[in-house]
């Protein structure tokens, strides 16, 4: 989904590296009803019959680019090129396993690159992984908007506007990345949404030689991989979809339940610190530890906390925001998360800002990936979002009332769509909302975590139940997404359907590792 608290891929990848540290080309979406041998239409023949020259690129690695059109209304226009990377399978190949760490944004390269780390080896005997940048990701005809100063200012926004002049900053700092988008990208940004990315995979699909798609995605991966189904249902082999996002929530709505997902993963956070060594809470309750974060960022709103890492950042109550939300999207982060905190109730922010860098790719020289461009480019035309201001200043007083550690902030974030130079699909409604079906398509398996922050359980139940063929796999787990953190009985489960089709029993729920 979207905003400064939504760029990030997937709790592994975060992981790594804190360890470290739909288009508006109005081209119909109808359902094609062909069985996944059938050839494509004419016009695109060309784009699955290439041959890509796929080269050594390191540590057992080929990498190639592929062309498809810009505007699928139009394939004999303007071409751009989606970079994909694989790993072969280390034994007898079954097939390709396309990956999605979600996002969006989150660059899929990376994240193939990490393989080893995030995959059985179950999964890597039978499937060449193959991951690719979406458009307008990365290295796939990436969108581009600010400098990463500009970015620093952006993304450092005050996030709980709470005077005129507050909200007047937010509404400056937001039509500025909106125009600055238009005026780098401002010929790619009609093209960059969901829609067009799977019709992309498809390409892809057929590029490679398989028949019906093998997909795992996670987080926005998920929506990636149902709308794909919805649109191509007979070439489907097997969708994995964990960490889902429902897309028959609205956008306000999805930021407002997203927000107190949060607050649910802050909760389960305090309880374990207060049984933890070493919790900097002064207070023995858990509803006294909430009060403490609550007071932490009201402190930082008001007077920032130091930063030591020579920036010359001001951690204010975003930065401040963003370094408690990152370790929360995995609970082995937690206790680095409880050292974080003490320092912070000490006046120094420093490792909460270390943390943040990580959720919004900010490198150590202080130069940004295009992950947060591309993610607001993204989701301000795959969904339509209300416009003014006084719209989202109502509607952060409301998510604040049922989440108030991250309500605000989160609302506040989606804030340039309102400025967006595009057209969202679906726009003709003031928010509309999509469930997909993918009527025909064989069982594909939906997992959801419990108290997952960022994509919340009941977003799993939904799109489980909105899809014809949705089977839901729950973990009564923390952290965000399930598959390879840490339970033996998701990753039998998800390992058994994508080499043997074998589908859970629907409403399984795998207890906690």
């Not at 996944?36 to 239409?41: E, F, G, K, L």
């Not at 226009?77 to 969006?104: C, K, T, V, Y």
Request: with cysteine; glycine share 10%; charged share 20%.
């Amino acid at each position: 989904m979207t905003n400064r608290i939504l760029a990030a891929g997937t709790a592994a990848l975060l992981t790594a590296a804190l360890l470290g540290a739909c288009s508006t080309s109005q081209e119909a979406p109808a359902k094609t009803g062909n069985d996944a041998r059938t050839a494509p239409t004419p016009a695109l023949q060309s784009f699955y019959s290439q041959t890509p020259d796929w080269a050594d690129c390191g540590e057992g690695f080929e990498c190639a680019k592929v062309k498809v059109p810009l505007d699928y209304a139009k394939p004999s226009g303007e071409q751009i090129e989606i970079s994909a990377i694989r790993l072969p399978a280390s034994g007898e190949r079954m097939g390709s396993l396309f990956i999605n760490p979600g996002g969006p944004g989150a660059s899929g390269i990376e994240y193939t690159r990490a393989a080893p780390f995030l995959f059985t080896d179950d999964l890597r005997a039978r499937f060449d992984i193959v991951g690719f940048d979406p458009r307008g990701v990365g290295e796939s005809a990436p969108v581009r908007c600010m400098s990463s100063q500009e970015l620093d200012s952006y993304v450092g926004l005050d996030g709980s506007p709470d005077t005129p002049g507050e909200i007047a900053a937010q509404e400056k700092g937001s039509k500025s990345f909106a125009d600055a988008c238009q005026a780098k990208s401002g010929s790619l940004l009609p093209f960059v949404g969901t829609a067009n990315a799977a019709r992309d995979m498809d390409v892809l699909r057929g590029v490679v030689g398989d028949t019906g798609l093998t997909y795992l995605g996670k987080s926005y991966g998920t929506y990636l991989g149902a709308l794909y189904a919805d649109l191509f249902p007979k070439r489907v082999r097997a969708l994995v979809l964990d960490g889902a996002v429902d897309p028959a929530v609205s956008s306000f709505s999805a930021n407002k339940v997203q927000a107190q997902g949060f607050e649910v993963a802050l909760k389960a956070f305090t309880e374990d610190c207060l049984r933890a060594n070493g919790c900097p809470f002064t207070s023995r309750t858990v509803d006294g530890a909430m009060a403490e974060v609550a007071g932490l960022l009201q402190k930082a709103d008001e007077r920032p906390l130091r930063n030591d890492l020579g920036d010359g950042r001001v951690i204010g109550e975003a930065w401040t925001v963003l370094g408690i939300v990152t370790p929360l999207y995995d609970h082995q982060q937690w206790p680095r998360l409880r050292a974080a905190l003490g320092q912070a109730f000490k006046g120094n922010g420093s490792d909460l800002l270390r943390m943040a860098d990580v959720l919004v790719d900010r490198g150590p020289n202080g130069v940004y990936s295009n992950q947060t461009e591309s993610n607001m480019a993204i989701n301000c035309v795959d969904h339509p979002y209300p416009k003014g201001t006084a719209t989202y200043e109502k509607a952060a007083v409301d998510a604040a009332k049922a989440a108030p550690h991250f309500g605000s902030f989160v609302m506040w974030g989606s804030f340039p769509c309102s400025f967006w130079p595009v057209k969202a699909a679906g726009a003709d409604g003031a928010d509309s909302v999509k469930p997909l079906k993918a009527e025909g398509a064989p069982p594909i398996l939906v997992v959801g975590t419990v108290r997952d922050p960022a994509t919340p359980y009941e977003w799993a139940k939904g799109l489980a139940s909105e899809l014809s063929s949705g089977v839901l796999l729950g973990y009564d787990g923390d952290g965000h997404t399930a598959y390879r953190t840490g339970s033996a009985c998701v990753d039998k489960a998800v390992d058994d359907y994508l080499i043997s089709l074998q589908v859970p029993k629907k409403g399984m729920v795998c207890p906690e590792a």
